[in-house]
């Protein structure tokens, strides 16, 4: 079988937590196969807000069509902003890194805290917790209040916020692990584990090794019903696929 080629696409325009999420990414893969990173230019440079998201999730359909022939794509941001319009536009596997967070989380704890930036966007996290199932499984969603362009494994005092915040949940809430709701924390992960004891979730190296996993497997997106190609109409461009024939 020939090497697994992934798309790993950053829907903020900041190129540095791009090449760090790739590093993440390729790191989880291991040798052998690619990661191809796209950084939106045209986007926010953090996504904190709901227009930000709105703004990305647009990016991210424009990076699916300029990215065709890859095995497997996965959006790069925790809201995974364009998921579902991404899965109609290619039959390769799509994988978002907040929907690999909690599926990581739930494989691993029985409870677990969910780490974010901004409490602004505390409940877009709890509505996405509530959607995938697990309030019962969530002790809480805290926000640090340092935003996305300030997180990364470069700024040792938001890998202490992490730290602390995480040893926070564990004492008062119990949490079992973490959920790093923000790819630009993925670099921290495993440091934050070893500081606290317990598994520390990134969607980013993850989120590969699912994308990998589906493809490996032989699961390509469904074109029957839901995700089936957008019908063509003015404005809209024709069918996209991204799966390679072998």
């Given at each position: 079988?020939?090497?697994?080629?992934?798309?790993?696409?950053?829907?903020?325009?900041?190129?540095?937590?791009?090449?760090?999420?790739?590093a993440v990414a390729a790191e989880a893969l291991g040798p052998g196969h690619?990661?191809?990173?796209?950084?939106?230019?045209?986007?926010?440079?953090?996504?904190?807000?709901?227009?930000?998201e709105a703004l990305a999730?647009?990016?991210?359909?424009?990076?699916?069509?300029?990215?065709?022939?890859?095995?497997?794509?996965?959006?790069?941001?925790?809201?995974?902003p364009g998921l579902h319009a991404a899965r109609e536009l290619t039959g390769a596997p799509v994988v978002g890194i907040g929907?690999?967070?909690?599926?990581?989380?739930c494989l691993v704890a029985s409870r677990f805290a969910v780490i974010t930036t901004l409490g602004r966007g505390v409940p877009e996290l709890e509505d996405a917790v509530d959607r995938e199932g697990l309030s019962r499984r969530?002790?809480?969603?805290?926000?640090?209040?340092?935003p996305v362009h300030d997180q990364g494994s470069w700024n040792q005092n938001a890998s202490d916020a992490i730290v602390a915040a995480g040893r926070r949940a564990m004492e008062e809430s119990r949490a079992e692990?973490?959920?790093?709701?923000?790819?630009?924390?993925?670099?921290?992960a495993g440091s934050v584990s070893r500081a606290l004891g317990i598994?520390?979730?990134?969607?980013?190296?993850?989120?590969?090794?699912?994308?990998?996993?589906?493809?490996r497997s032989g699961l390509r997106t469904s074109k029957v019903g839901a995700y089936g190609w957008p019908a063509?109409?003015?404005?809209?461009?024709p069918e996209v696929t991204a799966v390679r024939v072998e």
């Open positions: 079988m020939s090497a697994f080629r992934l798309g790993l696409l950053n829907p903020n325009s900041d190129a540095r937590h791009t090449e760090a999420m790739r690619e990661v191809v990173a796209v950084t939106a230019a045209g986007a926010p440079s953090s996504i904190e807000t709901a227009t930000d999730a647009a990016e991210v359909v424009q990076m699916v069509r300029e990215t065709p022939g890859l095995d497997a794509y996965l959006i790069a941001c925790f809201g995974d929907e690999a967070g909690f599926r990581a989380a969530c002790v809480g969603v805290i926000p640090l209040e340092i692990a973490l959920v790093l709701a923000c790819g630009a924390m993925a670099d921290t598994p520390v979730c990134d969607g980013v190296s993850f989120g590969a090794l699912l994308a990998y996993g589906l493809w063509p109409t003015p404005g809209n461009m």
